[in-house]
């Protein structure tokens, strides 16, 4: 019987023996599960910290490109407004060499006047 009871003890020894090992493991596992999910919490914020930056982006994006809209519809304007002073100055032109004739004419009459009297 004190083989077997050695035996038996061996056994019992081997099995409280791997039972502690199973613990160490257990509480191995467990830290290591509780470090990546540390891991995961900080990865999220991140996440959620680039996603609002994103965000943040695409208003400024959306508000640039409203921007260049107007500026273009501004310059359109703008060249909409400087061929109507481009007409404007050529018809002065126009104007000013009519007028300057007419100058000319009146002057020519004067003299004409004048060589008479």
Do not use: C, P, Y
Not at 9 to 18: E, G, Q, V
Not at 83 to 107: G, Y
């Amino acid at each position: 019987m004190d083989k077997f009871q050695d035996v038996l003890d061996k056994i019992l020894s081997r099995l409280d023996s791997m039972d502690s090992r199973f613990d160490n493991m257990e509480v191995k596992v467990t830290e290591g599960l509780d470090k990546m999910g540390a891991r995961f919490d900080k990865m999220d914020t991140r996440f959620d910290s680039l996603e609002s930056k994103v965000d943040e982006i695409k208003l400024e994006l959306n508000s640039v490109r409203e921007q260049v809209i107007k500026n273009s519809e501004g310059i359109a304007d703008l060249n909409v407004k400087v061929d109507e002073v481009k007409e404007d100055i050529a018809s002065f032109q126009e104007n000013m060499e009519f007028l300057n004739d007419q100058q000319v004419e009146i002057k020519k009459d004067v003299w004409k006047l004048k060589r008479r009297a």
